[in-house]
């Protein structure tokens, strides 16, 4: 009888250890939640249908809701670049790097000002020498600002800037010095694709 009573517990114990376990699978561990909303210059009000893309540690897509609001749900620990567009309006900031690391990301909010069908460019470059993926390029302006991270060939690109205006571009990576330490440059009718810089460690 203890003998049926022990195996008995023993299957039981068994079966509730499978069912926790089969459970547990269904469910991505160590994933978090990128998100933030977009609004409209001066008046402040929800920008929906806004192209928002997610590059970096995983590419994704998507497009805010009627409150302005967008989301990246299950990605993992790595660094991201949240990106917005729509036609005829430019984003302040341009870009902006997120570092996922054991924690939601609530608070990747951009500006939305039209841009009256003007004309907008881009400044790009590229990072050589000791290191060329991983570096963090910071975009300061009078109008806009942004951030970046070089991909694998030490590329980089900030889109849909406003013509005209002045920009200084600076690298950063911890252990790291870059020459020049930053770059100023102006748009003027032509996109900006020499904002280059070299690691040396």
């Not at 210059?41 to 893309?53: D, I, S």
């Not at 997610?54 to 299950?74: I, K, M, R, Y």
Request: hydrophobic share 40%.
């Amino acid at each position: 009888m203890n003998r049926e009573k022990i195996f008995t517990q023993l299957l039981l114990y068994f079966l509730v250890i499978m069912f926790l376990m089969v459970i547990g699978c269904g469910v991505k561990k160590g994933t978090y939640t990128i998100s933030g909303a977009v609004m409209k210059y001066g008046t402040n009000t929800a920008f929906a249908n806004v192209t928002v893309k997610l590059t970096g540690a995983a590419a994704a897509s998507t497009t805010t809701d009627a409150n302005g609001d967008f989301s990246f749900t299950e990605q993992e620990n790595g660094t991201y670049t949240v990106i917005p567009s729509f036609t005829n309006y430019t984003f302040n900031p341009v870009s902006t790097v997120v570092v996922v690391s054991d924690a939601d990301i609530t608070d990747t909010n951009f500006v939305a000002t039209s841009t009256g069908g003007a004309n907008t460019f881009s400044i790009s470059g590229k990072v050589t020498g000791d290191v060329q993926a991983g570096v963090k390029i910071t975009l300061g302006g009078y109008t806009q600002e942004g951030t970046a991270v070089t991909a694998t060939d030490g590329t980089y690109i900030f889109a849909n800037i406003v013509d005209g205006d002045y920009y200084r571009g600076t690298p950063s990576l911890t252990g790291y010095t870059f020459t020049p330490t930053y770059m100023d440059v102006t748009l003027s009718g032509a996109d900006v694709t020499d904002m280059n810089f070299t690691a040396v460690k």
